[in-house]
């Protein structure tokens, strides 16, 4: 747990802000946040996890922010590579296909992972979030306020005056 949080529920509430950043930033309307729970004890092996998913139907996303073994908080680059997938599939909606003789469902085809890609390009560029990026362990503590301020002010005016 980062020093600068004292409990889950602040690092958790903090996540939180991060997605509706990202959301406002990334112009898509209309999701909501989840912690993902259910994920009490260290898995087994890191590979082949789920770090998220989403409903398409009531537009909640699921992020888990943990990491698998220890269950301490993740960096917030890679949770928010997690919420820029996640999103990605609201923009780039799964379709069916017919393929070697059946339907398939295609949610992780080409076009989704260059949205990714995109999603991930606009988060770096963006003021506050981009510090999240490529930062050393370190020094993500001392940006978390900063982040939070700045986040906090730019949500309070940047809401109202949009369509
Ligand atoms: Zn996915």
């Known amino acids: 747990m980062s020093l600068l949080f004292r409990t889950h529920e602040e690092f958790e509430i903090f996540c939180g802000q991060l997605f509706h950043l990202a959301c406002d930033r990334l112009k898509i309307r209309g999701l909501s946040f989840k912690i993902m729970t ?38 917030f680059a890679s949770i928010l590579r997690t919420i820029a997938h996640e999103i990605a599939h609201h923009q780039k909606k799964p379709y069916r296909q017919f393929y070697r003789g059946r339907w398939i469902i295609r949610k992780h085809y080409p076009a989704f992972y260059h949205r990714v890609n ?11 979030l981009g510090q999240y990026f490529n930062t050393p362990n370190k020094k993500r503590e001392l940006l978390t306020t900063d982040a939070s301020a700045g986040f906090l002010d730019s949500s309070s005016d940047k809401r109202l005056g949009k369509d």
């Open 38 to 75: 259910g994920r009490q004890k260290p898995v087994k092996s890191i590979n082949n996890i789920t770090l998220g998913y989403t409903s398409l139907k009531t537009g909640a996303v699921t992020i888990d922010v943990y990491t698998p073994k220890n269950r301490k908080p993740k960096s």
């Open 118 to 128: 995109k999603n991930i390009t606009q988060l770096k560029k963006d003021v506050i």
